[in-house]
């Protein structure tokens, strides 16, 4: 849900006319749109954060704006600064309304003169005119509101802000891989050495490698089905949204139970490795450190939000990353052959075949590789600065190859250091044995790293349940009409329904102190399971499933694919290949029912979703026709041809309310959008047989919003009309391939042209973006 901030006011409309002395008006527009601006930013990585969830959220907001209420966030002279370009077109020409402006700021804000460049420049503070005026109004000179020597914390602050917003501009390629690799390079390792503890250190070696490179093949895909999505590339990143546009119900259907139970069971074994990490290290009881977990969690639920920007996550991710090698380097000393030689694989050398050494090595090796999901919100941020797609796509892969790297080490040095018997059959993490060969330099290491692997995955993963929780439940109290009695008064409440979502948290909290009690605790093995049963969907059938849709009915071209990842006979050659290991595991590696149960039922379940998908037309070839209006480009009305995920000409007319302007590459500017009236397209026949028709424009934010639009549709088979702002700004409909011609009006009046008009459709073509 984006607000349209050129509706609600703009500098002209705002101070017209007015006194400089009502400069407070244009100061309130600007805050609250940098608010806006942050509370974006502040979930920008929130990996998952539920759509209804978002739109709540977004909904509080807009309605605490209108009636004028406390903002849920307070923008900082910070953020003023760092938004500036965003809020720049609210302020006026006059010098004036600028000086009282600047006054304002200068008196409610600490302004240092050095550290607020972007804000001077959208108020023109260095102009002269503007340092005129002010002395005019105020009787002393301009530079009197600027603060010669900000408190410390306001320093700090500073220092800060100019930190985040040089990781939130790395260059595209090195933003993808960052993002990607701090969000696959997790607590999971710790599960690596004992997974491989009876194998070896070699064989693990290779085990990393072969399904690292599977994983390279899928996220490579999942990145270019991401890409594709025009949903996803203009803000709007929910996995489930995702997987909806390219397999339909059936993809969904099985999507939510797979990520309730992944976030569910790893939240549990999380539970376990942190409490068994800082217990090893402190002597203080697992159950008390769980506890004290669960009431942290509980403070957070309370707020129902977590930062999650793209600078935290980078330092976050880059410090985890950073203890690993750490660690790492601390046990190499300690690194002995027979350790290294250790080996017991089945069939080689003469080994028996033994299912229980391979229990834990699949599930433990997909899970660590696991970072699919987070390519939306990775996404959302690259591909605005590089819409062709190719430094987020080859950065998501290199992320990849570099886990590959950092996982080989990490095993070849531990497994290495630590005898076999010492991992095997251990209940908490590695970090434990590894302590006690190498010294207890590895717990003051260790419990830093659980702390921010183990500690803010759990909390991430609490939100994540809670907000499914709250999902399923009726809409809150202030959206539905008064409910009589019953659970049902309880769920729309605000109290109610914060405890409704604490439940699924707490049933996991008791289930893990119960464990723990029972001396039945473990943290590898439900990593093994839950990775064996989920990560074959979600890191390896669906991506795959993804982007064969994807290279037929994508909103958008890239500029960039592996040319082997969307070929149909790889994607079934990897779906057979997680197949087959679903299979295995339920018919042959697991020995407890409930496990094998699991896994066959996961894998009927992926044949069935894979064949519905088909049969619902999700492979079918279509085209799509963007209409969007985006005020920052030259040329503010961009319209996009993609047939069956290929960039296609197409004759083009914009038509406004004096003039047509023909579309084209070259066309010269466009009048004013905020004129337009309508826009023609004429589609050549192509192979298609649906045709997707969105009519959308950016806000500030760069997230999309519907445009009031309605479509009128002519073709060999007869003609049709559609709201589009009634159907989310976008319809799809069946076509034959013949010629269409589409009608895409503005003005609130009918669509079709008048039959005088038709004739001059020029020869445009739709490439007019950035993209």
């Not at 309130?28 to 969830?53: Q, S």
């Not at 217990?279 to 769980?290: K, L």
């Not at 660590?368 to 605005?384: E, K, P, T, Y």
């Given at each position: 849900m984006a607000f349209d901030w050129s509706d609600f006011i703009s500098g002209d409309e705002l101070l017209?006319?007015?006194?400089?002395?009502?400069?407070?008006?244009?100061?309130?527009?600007?805050?609250?749109?940098?608010?806006?601006?942050?509370?974006?930013?502040?979930?920008?990585?929130?990996?998952?954060?539920?759509?209804?969830?978002?739109?709540?959220?977004?909904?509080?907001?807009?309605?605490?704006?209108?009636?004028g209420r406390e903002l849920p966030v307070q923008p900082t002279i910070q953020d003023l600064e760092r938004y500036a370009l965003e809020w720049a077109d609210l302020v006026p020409?006059?010098?004036?309304?600028?000086?009282?402006?600047?006054?304002?700021?200068?008196?409610?804000?600490?302004?240092?003169?050095?550290?607020?460049?972007?804000?001077?420049?959208a108020l023109g503070l260095d102009e002269e005119v503007v340092r005129q005026a002010f002395e005019r109004l105020h009787g002393r000179p301009l530079d009197t509101i600027y603060t010669v020597r900000p408190p410390w914390r306001e320093q700090l602050r500073w220092l800060r802000s100019r930190l985040a917003q040089r990781l939130e501009t790395l260059p595209p390629f090195w933003t993808a891989f960052a993002l990607t690799l701090t969000e696959i390079v997790g607590a999971g390792i710790l599960a690596l050495p004992i997974a491989?503890?009876?194998?070896?250190?070699?064989?693990?070696?290779?085990?990393?490698?072969?399904?690292?490179?599977?994983?390279?093949?899928?996220?490579?895909?999942?990145?270019?089905?991401?890409?594709?999505?025009?949903?996803?590339?203009?803000?709007?990143?929910?996995?489930?949204?995702?997987?909806r546009d390219y397999l339909g119900p059936p993809g969904v259907w099985m999507l939510t139970p797979t990520l309730v139970l992944y976030t569910a069971v790893l939240l549990l074994a999380y539970y376990v490795g942190l409490s068994t990490t800082l217990?090893?290290?402190?002597?203080?009881?697992?159950?008390?450190?769980?506890?004290l977990m669960f009431l942290v969690t509980l403070v957070v639920l309370r707020r129902e939000s977590l930062d999650a920007t793209v600078a935290s996550a980078l330092v976050v991710g880059a410090t985890s990353i950073t203890l690993i090698l750490l660690l790492s380097l601390l046990a190499l000393p300690h690194v002995t052959g027979a350790n290294l030689r250790q080996s017991a694989v089945p069939f080689i050398d003469g080994e028996p075949f033994d299912a229980s050494l391979l229990e834990l090595i699949f599930g433990v090796v997909l899970l660590?590789?696991?970072?699919?999901?987070?390519?939306?919100?990775?996404?959302?941020?690259?591909?605005?600065r590089d819409p062709s797609a190719r430094s987020f796509i080859r950065g998501s892969v290199a992320a990849l190859a570099a886990a590959i790297g950092l996982y080989s080490v990490w095993v070849l040095a531990v497994n290495g250091a630590v005898a076999p018997a010492a991992l095997s059959g251990e209940s908490g993490t590695a970090l434990e044995p590894l302590a006690a060969e190498v010294g207890p330099s590895i717990h003051i290491i260790g419990s830093v790293f659980a702390v921010l692997a183990m500690g803010m995955a759990s909390i991430h993963y609490s939100l994540a349940l809670f907000n499914q929780a709250r999902e399923w439940l009726p809409a809150p109290a202030g959206n539905v009409a008064p409910v009589r009695a019953g659970w049902r008064k309880v769920a729309t409440s605000r109290a109610g329904r914060f405890w409704v979502g604490v439940l699924p948290v707490a049933a996991i909290f008791l289930s893990t102190e119960a464990l723990m009690l029972a001396d039945r605790e473990s943290f590898a093995r439900p990593l093994g399971l839950i990775g064996t049963i989920t990560a074959p969907v979600l890191a390896?059938?669906?991506?795959?499933?993804?982007?064969?849709?994807?290279?037929?009915?994508?909103d958008c071209d890239v500029g960039f694919v592996w040319p082997l990842v969307g070929r149909p006979v790889v994607a079934a050659a990897a779906f057979l290949f997680f197949l087959v290991a679903l299979l295995l595991h339920g018919l042959v590696i697991w020995e407890e029912p409930y496990e094998r149960v699991a896994a066959l039922v996961v894998a009927a379940a992926a044949v069935a979703v894979a064949a519905l998908a088909m049969r619902r037309g999700a492979f079918r070839p279509r085209a799509v026709v963007e209409l969007r209006v985006e005020p920052s480009l030259p040329e503010p009305t961009v319209v996009n041809v993609v047939v069956a995920g290929q960039r296609t000409a197409a004759e083009v007319q914009l038509t406004y309310r004096d003039t047509a302007f023909v579309g084209g590459p070259r066309g010269g500017r466009p009048p004013d959008c905020d004129g337009l009236r309508a826009a023609v397209i004429e589609l050549p026949q192509a192979p298609v047989r649906e045709?997707?028709?969105?009519?959308?424009?950016?806000?500030?934010?760069?997230?999309?919003?519907?445009?009031?639009?309605?479509?009128?549709?002519e073709n060999d088979s007869g003609a049709g009309q559609y709201d589009l702002a009634s159907s989310g700004g976008q319809v799809v409909?069946?076509?034959?391939?013949?010629?269409?011609?589409?009608?895409?009006?503005?003005?609130?009046?009918?669509?079709?042209?008048?039959?005088?008009?038709?004739?001059?459709?020029?020869?445009?073509t739709s490439d007019r973006g950035t993209e």
């Open positions: 017209g006319g007015l006194p400089a002395r009502r400069a407070s008006t244009l100061l309130f527009a600007i805050e609250n749109r940098t608010a806006h601006l942050v509370a974006h930013a502040r979930r920008a990585m929130a990996t998952y954060l539920t759509e209804k969830t978002a739109e709540e959220r977004e909904r509080a907001f807009l309605e605490a704006l209108a009636q020409e006059d010098p004036g309304v600028r000086a009282a402006l600047a006054r304002m700021i200068g008196e409610k804000y600490p302004l240092p003169w050095r550290a607020a460049p972007a804000l001077r420049r491989f503890a009876e194998i070896g250190p070699i064989a693990g070696l290779v085990v990393i490698i072969v399904l690292g490179l599977v994983n390279m093949l899928t996220i490579a895909a999942m990145a270019e089905a991401v890409a594709r999505n025009g949903n996803v590339r203009y803000g709007l990143a929910y996995f489930g949204r995702l997987v217990a090893d290290a402190t002597g203080v009881p697992t159950e008390i450190w769980t506890a660590a590789f696991f970072g699919h999901i987070s390519a939306g919100n990775c996404a959302a941020v690259v591909l605005r390896g059938i669906f991506p795959m499933l993804m982007v064969v849709a994807a290279r037929r009915k994508g045709l997707k028709v969105w009519a959308h424009r950016l806000t500030p934010e760069g997230t999309s919003e519907v445009l009031p639009a309605v479509l009128s549709l409909v069946a076509v034959s391939g013949d010629r269409q011609r589409l009608v895409i009006s503005l003005d609130g009046r009918p669509a079709m042209m008048p039959e005088r008009e038709r004739g001059s459709i020029g020869g445009g």
